[in-house]
């Protein structure tokens, strides 16, 4: 027998309810109101009186009821209430209309806003949603997920609790435990904020406890909250195997932080922090990364990383900066570099203030920038160290003639536009103290950068004269080979810059298309200034591709201008899909002339031959499973390519994608690659339905894998494996990184993802996401973007 139940004291609904009966018969409801009538295949409306806040019709449906009118009603067999949103089924239904509560029995289905609920026994006030259920089963709408429990008792129609509950976001089947789920002594839920939260919980996976916690909460929805989350496992050759379980505190609602013990079998205890903020108009992040006693290594580990940006008034800051303990770290722990040059470590501070005036706009800026350079003990591996800021300081400004003042200015018919713009900046330059010896000193620069354009053209075509100048003067710390500290140039140049735009409606493979030509010319002219004799602190060589060689300049930054006199000649064709828009395939192809030859070049040696390398580019994407593109550079003097890359990748649909890519640098490098996720076996699952019957299984593989032909070995590459059942994801697999000619770090992935609650172990997700192009997430249709929080 079950044990009674115990519900609150009522209140009574205000205005009370009025009855009206509604029978296939012709009895009156009055008299069987009076009568207490038994009423076949009848049905009684409950309305609330006209006076008051207005409240839904509440309407029994049964094939036996009776009612006495502001009493009570009984029914039996197929017995069905409405009120608002709830729809309650049973075979038999006590209601009392004076504090308008209900008792449920057999079979026993409630709908709320699409939760479910089911079991033998409910008492309920209707109104208020408040009551309890004996041994119900339950689906909730917004997640999928479903549980059941010994007890479940309703608060309101928004918060839940059940004693001995579960909850899993598997399909149930009947008389089978679902593949994960958590088990708690209370289970208490909050559909408003989608959230639960489970005392004494264990978290079970294929019947097997994996986690116990003495309270533990998990996502309804993406809500923040401080406590335990998942643990991370990571294993790898050098560190061995790391485990850590985060601690993450909900400080407020613009502030948090989440701290890391682990442990690393092969190196000790640490600890990894994070704080986050997100104040009006500043945000950041800190990470502080601590190993105070490496037992390999010999001696404490660290690393510092500052992410912040704001703004005080009209002035915009930026500060990003990396530090981290010894020349190593980034061997050790790459996993904690998050720097794009993981020997060369960045602090950057950055000043900006953007005013717009009515003849222009005035850019002023300051900067301090300072680098770690990793050199270790590898004589052949260290490298020049680039210079620092302390400080830069500077203003640009930018500007447009007023059309008035050109009106009598008008080229081939067209009024022309005058634009212009100055750049004057101060810079001290200095070297790290990790710099090697025997590089040049630092200096101080201060230079102008200056041009005035005449921007003509229309829809189909534009005409661009150019005249700028580079000037610069240097105070340095050492004399130069000619005995010189204190020097200076200043450099003209002129350039124009002309282009087509042709248009036609052609057909390609039996499809309609617009395809374009267009056409461009490119003309500069820089006389020589020596420079043999100044610092270079800033400037390096261009790639040599389809945008730079429309430039006047082969260096970026400010210590190097190339002599060239050159014209530029290229051409591009497009095809455009007439309805669609879609470019399905472009052709490209330019090349420079020398007019003179040139001395100031990027490897030092003067250039005599008139034409250079030849550039040629296609992509494609003929079919929506196919995409292709390469870029070409070809020598006419050796009359081969010199430097190559080619690309190619097909995707017939979700979760299948294979791609190849090949790279060539004549000298220095040739690789290929190629990266995939397809299927193994199996059906894959594309949705999580409330119809499904069990958690299906599908076979997956994805990866990476890079082999250099020159060095016939293995480079950076990642391979896994992974098993999608619907409910959950698990993946393995295997990373690889060099750290060296002869250095590399391999890792081990594992990582368990429950759909719907957490990813649990190390990050493969992000590995794969990383470096397989057009990868996707299997459960990206099935998963809530938050982590269960503890």
């Known amino acids: 027998m079950p044990r009674p139940f115990r519900l609150p004291r009522p209140v009574p609904l205000s205005p009370l309810i009025a009855l009206a009966l509604c029978a ?128 479940l008792k309703f608060q309101d129609s928004e918060h839940m609790s059940a004693i001995e509950g579960s909850y899993s976001s598997c399909p149930a089947v009947e008389n089978q435990e679902p593949a994960w789920q958590i088990t708690a002594k209370q289970l208490r839920m909050d559909l408003a904020a989608n959230e639960g939260e489970a005392d004494g919980a264990v978290l079970r996976f ?225 070297l790290p103290g990790s710099a090697l010896p025997g590089q040049p000193g630092g200096g101080q620069r201060v230079h102008a950068l200056g041009h005035v354009a005449a921007p003509l053209g229309g829809e189909a075509w534009w005409f661009i004269p150019r005249v700028s100048f580079n000037a610069a003067a240097y105070d340095l710390d050492r004399p130069q080979a000619d005995g010189r500290r204190r020097m200076g140039r200043v450099i003209p140049t002129l350039s124009i810059d002309h282009g087509w735009v042709f248009e036609r409606d052609t057909t390609l493979f039996g499809r309609d298309y617009r395809q374009s030509l267009e056409p461009r010319l490119f003309y500069v002219n820089t006389p020589l ?102 870029t070409l550079e070809f020598n006419p003097e050796i009359n081969r390519s010199v430097r190559s890359v080619l690309r190619a990748r097909y995707s017939p649909g979700p979760f299948k994608t294979v791609s190849v890519a090949y790279r060539l640098a004549r000298g220095q490098s040739e690789q290929v690659e190629l990266a995939w996720q397809w299927p193994l076996y199996g059906a894959p699952v594309t949705s999580r339905g409330a119809d499904s019957k069990s958690c299906g299984g599908a076979w997956y593989s994805a990866g990476r894998v890079q082999y250099s032909l020159r060095d016939r070995r293995l480079t950076d590459s990642v391979m896994g494996f992974e098993y999608d059942a619907g409910c959950w994801v698990l993946r393995w697999g295997v990373e690889r990184l060099s750290t060296g000619r002869a250095e590399t770090n391999t890792r081990l992935m594992l990582q368990l993802e429950l759909v719907g609650l957490s990813q649990l172990g190390s990050n493969a997700l992000k590995v794969l996401t990383d470096n397989v192009p057009g990868y996707r997430r299997l459960s990206s249709d099935r998963s809530p973007s938050s982590d269960f929080q503890p």
């Open 529 to 630: 200034r020596d420079q043999t004799n100044l610092p270079n602190f800033d400037s390096a060589p261009k790639d040599f591709n389809f945008d730079s060689i429309y430039t006047d300049n082969q260096f970026s930054g400010v210590d190097r201008v190339s002599d060239l006199h050159a014209l530029s000649v290229g051409a591009t064709s497009r095809w455009v899909g007439a309805s669609s828009g879609e470019e399905i395939l472009r052709l490209g192809a330019v090349q420079r002339f020398l007019f003179r030859d040139q001395k100031i070049t990027p490897d030092g040696q003067p250039v005599t031959q008139r034409f250079s390398d030849l550039l040629l580019a296609a992509a494609a994407h003929l079919d929506e499973k196919w995409w292709a593109d390469g």
């Open 24 to 151: 296939w018969g012709e009895a009156s409801a009055q008299q069987a109101a009076d009568a207490a009538l038994p009423l076949r295949g009848s049905r009684v409306l409950a309305a609330p009186a006209k006076t008051g806040a207005a409240k839904p019709a509440l309407v029994i449906s049964a094939g036996q009821l009776a009612a006495q009118m502001d009493q009570q009603a009984q029914g039996r067999n197929g017995v069905e209430l409405r009120y608002g949103e709830l729809v309650m089924n049973a075979d038999q239904l006590d209601y009392r209309v004076s504090d308008d509560f209900a008792r449920a029995e057999g079979h026993v289905r409630i709908n709320h806003n699409g939760n479910v609920f089911t079991g033998p026994l409910l008492q309920m006030y209707v109104s208020r949603f408040e009551g309890e259920f004996l041994t119900p089963s339950f689906q909730l709408a917004a997640t999928g997920g479903a549980g059941k429990a010994k007890l």
């Open 206 to 430: 294929l019947g097997v406890p994996i986690l116990a916690a003495p309270s533990m909460t998990f996502p309804l929805s993406s809500e923040r909250k401080s406590g335990w989350l998942p643990p991370n496992i990571f294993l790898d050759n050098r560190s061995g195997l790391e485990t850590g379980v985060p601690y993450y505190w909900n400080i407020a609602p613009q502030r948090d932080a989440t701290f890391t013990p682990f442990v690393m079998t092969k190196r000790g205890l640490g600890l990894d922090s994070e704080f986050r903020y997100l104040e009006p108009g500043h945000s950041g992040r800190i990470n502080v990364d601590l190993l105070p006693s490496d037992r390999v290594f010999g001696r404490s580990r660290w690393s510092l990383k500052l992410n912040n940006d704001g703004s005080f008034g009209d002035w915009r800051y930026r500060l990003r900066g990396e530090r981290v303990s010894d020349d190593d770290y980034w061997k050790d722990m790459s996993r904690r570099v998050e720097s794009q040059t993981p020997r060369l470590m960045a602090s950057d501070f950055q000043l900006a203030r953007h005013r717009e005036l009515s003849w222009g706009t005035i850019d002023s800026y300051a900067r301090v920038q300072r680098w770690q350079t990793l050199q270790g003990k590898d004589v052949t591996a260290q490298f020049d160290s680039p210079y620092q800021r302390s400080p830069q300081i500077g203003a640009r400004l930018t500007t447009a003639a007023d059309e008035a003042v050109l009106d009598s200015f008008r080229p081939w018919g067209r009024k022309a536009r005058l634009e212009g713009g100055l750049e004057l900046e101060y810079n001290r330059f200095d």
